[in-house]
């Protein structure tokens, strides 16, 4: 039986674990808010493992065609983040930077291993999750996933056949 004392004592552990994980992830990682975020190693698998999960249904299938897809999915999505406010993209930064910290990774995405190594059942679980969490703060980071992924995969010409989309009406590009 969990005693009031032994329960506080847990939390305050697991706070201070938190943000020792936090301060080593800043001290290793420091924050360049001037400078437009790039995508790191960390970030890019981050997005290798999330793009299939978003895109299932219209990614190619064929495995070469389907690796093209994602990188060019991941190269839209930088040049969408660049094209973002600094302050923007700093939160963004703040974001992926979460998603590789492995407690957070473990927490709060549920992926146990590497981004690289992630089950794709177990990514697109992770983002259900977050799509439907009763807390705001994990809404709007799926939200920001969705858009900064979905945005830029589908305001490409390239992709609209995938959904049918014959493209804007002739009229309208007069």
Same mark, same amino acid.
């Given at each position: 039986?969990?005693?009031?004392? /032994?329960?506080?004592?847990?939390?305050?552990?697991?706070?201070?674990?938190?943000?020792?994980?936090?301060?080593?992830? %800043?001290?290793?990682?420091?924050?360049? /808010?001037?400078?437009?975020?790039? !995508?790191?190693?960390?970030?890019?698998?981050?997005?290798?493992?999330?793009?299939?999960?978003? !895109?299932?249904? =219209?990614? &190619? @299938?064929?495995?070469?065609?389907?690796?093209?897809?994602?990188?060019?999915?991941?190269? %839209?999505?930088?040049?969408?983040?660049?094209?973002?406010?600094?302050?923007?993209?700093?939160? =963004?930064?703040?974001?992926?930077?979460?998603?590789?910290?492995? &407690?957070?990774?473990?927490?709060?995405? $549920?992926? /146990?291993?590497? *981004?690289?190594?992630?089950?794709?059942?177990? =990514?697109?679980?992770? !983002?259900? @999750?977050?799509?439907?969490?009763?807390?705001?703060?994990?809404?709007?980071?799926?939200?920001?996933?969705?858009?900064?992924?979905?945005?830029? *995969?589908?305001?490409?010409? @390239?992709?609209?056949? @995938?959904? $049918?989309?014959?493209?804007?009406?002739?009229?309208?590009?007069?």
């Amino acid at each position: 039986m969990t005693t009031r004392r /032994s329960f506080l004592k847990i939390g305050v552990v697991g706070a201070i674990t938190l943000a020792a994980g936090g301060a080593i992830y %800043r001290m290793a990682n420091p924050p360049a /808010s001037d400078t437009p975020f790039k !995508l790191d190693g960390e970030a890019q698998a981050v997005l290798a493992a999330i793009i299939p999960a978003m !895109l299932a249904g =219209v990614l &190619p @299938s064929e495995p070469a065609a389907r690796a093209a897809a994602v990188t060019a999915a991941t190269a %839209r999505t930088q040049a969408a983040i660049l094209g973002l406010p600094l302050a923007t993209q700093k939160e =963004v930064r703040d974001l992926f930077g979460l998603l590789a910290l492995a &407690p957070a990774r473990r927490w709060l995405a $549920g992926v /146990s291993g590497n *981004w690289e190594q992630a089950d794709p059942q177990q =990514v697109a679980a992770f !983002l259900q @999750s977050w799509r439907t969490h009763r807390l705001g703060l994990l809404q709007t980071g799926y939200m920001a996933l969705h858009d900064l992924i979905l945005g830029p *995969w589908y305001a490409d010409p @390239s992709t609209w056949e @995938s959904i $049918g989309y014959p493209g804007p009406l002739k009229e309208l590009l007069k």
